[in-house]
């Protein structure tokens, strides 16, 4: 099986294997993707020689790749650049597990997104997937007790990025999160792996209470655009909601809500809705929730 994506030209053309060979998922291999991609595009666009140069070209892993793409965008006066970027490799070298993540993530944007049409896509302009990155780092430095540094790139990145999730909350990987803007995640959240969100999702608490007070997210499971799951609910596994709708109780897996308050409207008919990306409703009476 070959490892090169080739020019793509329409999503029918995706080789949607090339990361996985035999079976395996390879960070390797999207780590050559990436600079096999990048010296197409230089010879394409001879303007974008310097981004492409500094963030993929020359350097020697997707570990420090991402370090340099991220201090790109977050470096700032109380922060520069000859700060930020060492502080962001070291930990993606130091974790790999983060970068296997992010890698995944990379994936799920290329495979998922019919707008992608190169995983080097998403690593230079797709602020969904560069939100989500920081995110990684800020949770590595919230689980090493380095709060008030988690803080300030939970900050940053909400700046930059338009993108707020707390550095608490726990995220899987596969995740596709989708022009992003105005995502919200809470403190106590959990998102498991292989799911899809389209922007100004909010996944957020309903009042003062502490603890554990913020949505949980089973796999394969499809936010719609403008939906806001308020509160220890869960969203069950292959389950979608519609966009703009407000849910406020649990939703069974395998099943669709819509509406404000949400209800169930009908039984998902895709094995993965995540995978799948039909935000179509799914409308098979069957009462509410």
């Known amino acids: 099986m070959s490892e090169t994506i080739h020019d793509p030209t329409s999503p029918a053309s995706k080789n949607t294997g090339n990361f996985t060979p035999a079976g395996h998922f390879s960070v390797d291999c999207v780590w050559r993707n990436l600079r096999d991609e990048a010296e197409r595009v230089v010879t394409e666009e001879p303007a974008l020689k310097p981004l492409l140069d500094d963030v993929v070209l020359t350097r020697n892993s997707l570990a420090e790749a991402l370090g340099a793409r991220l201090a790109r965008r977050l470096a700032r006066e109380d922060m520069p650049r000859r700060c930020m970027e060492p502080l962001l490799t070291g930990v993606f070298t130091g974790q790999p597990g983060i ?95 292989d799911v899809s969100i389209l922007h100004e999702v909010t996944l957020g608490g309903t009042g003062k209470e502490t603890g554990d007070r913020h949505p949980i997210v089973r796999s394969g499971v499809l936010l719609g655009a403008g939906s806001k799951i308020l509160g220890r609910v869960e969203i069950g596994t292959g389950a979608k909601v519609g966009a703009g709708s407000v849910v406020l109780t649990d939703v069974p897996a395998h099943t669709t809500v819509a509406g404000v308050p949400a209800v169930v409207v009908g039984e998902v008919r895709e094995a993965n809705p995540a995978i799948e990306m039909n935000q179509k409703l799914d409308c098979r009476e069957r009462g509410g929730m």
């Not at 495979?111 to 590595?140: I, M, N, Q, W």
């Not at 790139?153 to 989708?178: K, N, T, W, Y």
């Open 99 to 193: 970068v296997h993540s992010a890698a995944r993530d990379l994936v799920a944007m290329y495979e998922r997104d019919p707008a992608c049409f190169s995983p080097l896509e998403p690593v230079l302009f797709f602020k969904g997937f560069l939100a989500l990155t920081t995110y990684r780092a800020a949770h590595a430095f919230w689980l090493d007790d380095r709060r008030w540094l988690a803080l300030y790139l939970q900050s940053v990145a909400s700046e930059s990025f338009a993108v707020d999730i707390h550095p608490a909350a726990r995220i899987g990987c596969g995740i596709l999160l989708d022009h992003a803007t105005s995502f919200v995640v809470g403190e106590t959240a959990i998102i498991e792996n």
